[in-house]
């Protein structure tokens, strides 16, 4: 079970973001956003929500969890089909790298009993000895995917710029 949740966290955003055609670069950065989110937001929301809800029982993984996912949950659903042509192909590599990340910051926020049996895997301790050069590879082929991505200029054709004058 526990092999089953890790390959669904880093292929079932991954296949998302591929077959919905969405910008993987822009969920990247969003879940980045989500990050920054939970580590600095976080422990207030927890306490905003769990005084706020006396009669739900909303655990500390779930607040955190939804504050991680939910800027990338809206940028997939905002973005859906605008990734077209030939960039669909090349838009795989930083949808895999998403799914990566989604695996790396939601594994350490599940409750404690999933996520020990998560981090107890094989395949999560090599995972996590090369998190680093995960996410440095991923953020680079984002970038470059976003800076290869950018939109046309009026006057500009593919591939081709006309001198103006």
């Excluded at 055609?21 to 927890?46: E, H, T």
């Excluded at 996912?69 to 089909?81: W, Y």
């Excluded at 989604?102 to 995972?127: F, K, R």
């Excluded at 991923?138 to 054709?157: A, N, Q, V």
């Amino acid at each position: 079970m526990p092999l089953v949740v890790i390959i669904g966290l880093v292929a079932v955003p991954a296949l998302v973001l591929i077959l919905l055609q969405v910008n993987a670069a822009l969920v990247f950065l969003s879940l980045c956003l989500g990050d920054v989110l939970v580590q600095f937001v976080g422990n207030d929301a927890v306490s905003i929500v769990s005084g706020a809800s006396t009669s739900a029982h909303v655990t500390d993984a779930t607040v955190k969890l939804l504050l991680l996912l939910a800027p990338a949950a809206l940028t997939t659903l905002f973005m859906i089909k605008t990734v077209k042509g030939s960039k669909r192909f090349v838009n795989a590599l930083p949808a895999i790298g998403t799914g990566l990340l989604v695996a790396l910051l939601v594994v350490p926020l599940l409750p404690p009993g999933t996520a020990h049996s998560v981090t107890t895997q094989p395949v999560w301790t090599n995972t996590q000895s090369v998190q680093s050069g995960i996410v440095a590879a991923s953020t680079l082929i984002c970038l470059i995917f976003l800076w290869f991505s950018r939109p046309k200029h009026s006057g500009e054709k593919e591939g081709k710029k006309h001198k103006k004058g």
